[in-house]
């Protein structure tokens, strides 16, 4: 392990030198790269360095934002994933550096982050399953070592009764008048009056004086728990304290508006704009958005934009813009790139580039967007590659990650996946896809022993699979990664086989069954290349061996989002290649115990998640047989889950050699 991190710390610093220097890597730089970083390599040790860099410098606006959403507790960072292996220490040290650029560029600079922070992830995860423990209480309180200026609630916050209260009795708290629910609402366990979780709003003056009005909100979410109360977008813009907040005699020069929901949802920002309009006709309004896991930005109306960062700690969200009214920080801070687009266009196809040197007495309002791969070379290249990129606070929460990795057994294996199985990109009965991964797995672990003589047919959604599972060590954080779900396993017994081979058909062919919305990737961007060094860890691990000159230089990308938006198809900070994208069917089946020479059998065991109980009797109606609730019971024990059987699996039917120390 020594020697692994050894390794790794090394590559983290030569990453960052390569897309720096002009050379690739000599050995002056790499002496330069082992005395510098080599004693504060940061990530977690395991995690792969990203080869690939931004393409250029981030743009700095008179107003600048980074915006995270749905970080849903990967605060670990994605130590299988070169593009997004940085962890939350990294980024507290990134976020450090910017406020320090933005004071000296004379601009304000807010960091925000849009909710879900639950739900995805081992270090949130796992405190749910130890005795008297909540999802979050240890991803929460490392979360909370990011200064952020201002936060929203989201949904994964409000579907468990406990990991709502911990939000208000400890997260909330916490961030007092920065974290804004302003249409969610929770019973007070004091008094058990309905009280908002955070504030409603706040009205605040940044340092270079922006007198500010901003809104936390979430979308017309209604499957939260019972200790919870969600106002509808509708009902609240009419509610009095936001309309006094609207109509307040103090100036407001812009609207910022934090909301767990879509840039493109048709409800809850078009509502909220379309009031603020009625008051402020020309007033700026901002919106950051999260939920729906995309990249995105989109034009509202001449003054207002909006965008979204994407999820799990893959993306970081980057904002500016130039042209407010109000204020002294600088319109076009010098040395680096100014927003120069305005919100005019829907869809540029051909517009401005993307920077530009605006004129200097340009009034207008102009806007930049950026999505930032989440890893350790793009925070020290936009920290302009600062000597001493870990600032204590950021080291000391990278090693609070690793303990509690190790404290919570997330790195604990359960065996060697031999290969990558992907959701989308590859058809979902392609071997590569992680739904034939399942289809094997529950057939070879979904066994009642009373019943195994009796073929069964195991019916499972594939909205349960939440991750690609990659090659190699397949560990205790990966099954909350990959199935976070605890759906119990049910079943109706001996059910006609000439019905239940039907069941499958009806439950895909759209109704009863809800699919959700997973937007297809959009694939307009053409695939990009630029100038890196051509390096993978093997090679670097061979250069500091030898102390060989790596001179060659060769056009290098990786795969990852290719994203389009209504600025256009320039948003990448890092650009990718696209990874091909296949829609997948509501729900899967596998089979087990089918007789072995082909004949169809009598009857099946019809077993799923509780999760599609009534869409299951409903398909089996439909193929001409009624059953209801009364005959349906538990096939395993209601202990064993969705969330169980791929660890199951890996322990029975795959090897342990990966998880041998290195020789
Ligand atoms: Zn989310
Ligand atoms: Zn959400």
């Avoid at 979360?143 to 989201?154: A, E, Q, S, V």
Wanted: aromatic letters at 12%.
């Amino acid at each position: 392990m020594q020697l692994l991190s050894t390794i790794a710390a090394a590559v983290v610093g030569l990453s960052s030198v390569a897309m720096a220097c002009d050379a690739c890597t000599g050995e002056g730089d790499i002496e330069l790269v082992r005395r510098v970083r080599l004693v504060h390599a940061r990530m977690q040790p395991d995690a792969i360095p990203a080869v690939v860099g931004p393409k250029g410098p981030l743009p700095w606006g008179q107003l600048t934002v980074a915006h995270t959403s749905d970080t849903h507790g990967w605060l670990i960072g994605h130590v299988k994933e070169a593009n997004y292996g940085a962890d939350w220490g990294d980024y507290v040290s990134f976020i450090r550096h910017m406020r320090y650029k933005a004071r000296s560029l004379g601009v304000d600079f807010l960091v925000l982050d849009s909710g879900d922070l639950h739900d995805g992830a081992g270090l949130s995860d796992a405190t749910a399953k130890l005795p008297g423990g909540v999802n979050g209480q240890v991803s929460l309180p490392i979360f909370r070592n990011l200064d952020y200026d201002l936060l929203t609630i989201g949904n994964h916050e409000l579907y468990v009764n406990d990991i709502a209260q911990d939000v208000f009795l400890n997260f909330a708290k916490f961030y007092g008048d920065r974290y804004l629910t302003s249409n969610v609402q929770i019973r007070d366990p004091a008094d058990g009056k309905f009280k908002y979780i955070g504030r409603t709003h706040k009205y605040f003056t940044t340092h270079y004086g922006l007198r500010i009005m901003a809104f936390g909100i979430l979308f017309d979410f209604t499957s939260n728990g019972n200790n919870s109360k969600i106002i509808m977008a509708k009902e609240l813009v009419q509610q009095q304290w936001f309309q006094d907040a609207l109509h307040q005699p103090q100036p407001i020069d812009v609207f910022l508006v934090l909301g767990h929901t879509s840039v493109r949802d048709p409800v809850t920002f078009p509502l909220v704009l379309e009031a603020i309009r009625k008051v402020h006709p020309n007033t700026p309004v901002q919106f950051f958005g999260g939920h729906s896991h995309n990249r995105d930005f989109k034009i509202y109306d001449r003054a207002s934009t909006g965008l979204e960062p994407g999820r799990y700690c893959e993306t970081l969200g980057w904002f500016a813009m130039s042209g407010i009214n109000a204020g002294t920080g600088s319109r076009h801070p010098k040395g680096v790139p100014n927003p120069t687009r305005t919100a005019r266009n829907t869809t540029i196809s051909a517009g401005p580039p993307e920077y530009a040197n605006p004129a200097e007495n340009s009034t207008e309002l102009v806007y930049a967007r950026r999505f930032l791969d989440w890893n350790r070379l793009t925070f020290e290249t936009h920290s302009d590659n600062v000597r001493q990129f870990d600032t204590p606070r950021g080291a000391a929460v990278s090693t609070k990650v690793g303990e509690e990795r190790k404290r919570l057994n997330l790195t604990e294996a359960y065996g060697c996946s031999p290969q990558t199985y992907c959701r989308f990109c590859v058809k979902q009965d392609d071997p590569n896809s992680v739904y034939s991964l399942v289809q094997t797995a529950l057939a070879a672990t979904i066994i009642n022993e009373t019943r195994k003589d009796i073929p069964r047919m195991i019916f499972v959604n594939t909205g349960g699979i939440r991750f690609d599972l990659f090659k190699g060590a397949f560990t205790y954080d990966d099954s909350f990664i990959v199935a976070p779900f605890t759906n119990k396993f049910q079943y109706i017994p001996s059910v006609p086989y000439s019905m239940a081979k039907q069941v499958l058909d009806f439950l895909n062919s759209g109704a009863p069954q809800k699919r959700s919305l997973e937007r297809e990737m959009r694939r307009s961007f053409l695939p990009r290349t630029v100038d890196a060094c051509p390096l993978n860890g093997a090679q670097f691990t061979t250069a500091m061996r030898k102390r060989r000159v790596i001179t060659r230089r060769q056009q290098v990308t990786t795969q990852g989002y290719v994203t389009s938006d209504d600025f256009g198809s320039d948003g990448d900070d890092t650009p990718h290649e696209a990874v091909p994208h296949f829609s997948t069917t509501n729900d899967i089946v596998a089979k087990g115990g089918f007789p072995a020479d082909g004949k169809d059998p009598e009857v099946v065991d019809v077993v799923f998640y509780d999760f599609i109980q009534s869409y299951v009797l409903v398909a089996l109606e439909k193929a001409g047989k009624k059953y209801s609730k009364n005959d349906v019971s538990y096939y395993l024990p209601p202990s064993y889950t969705s969330n169980d059987f791929l660890p199951d699996y890996a322990r029975k039917f795959w090897t342990k050699d990966c998880l041998k120390p290195l020789p």
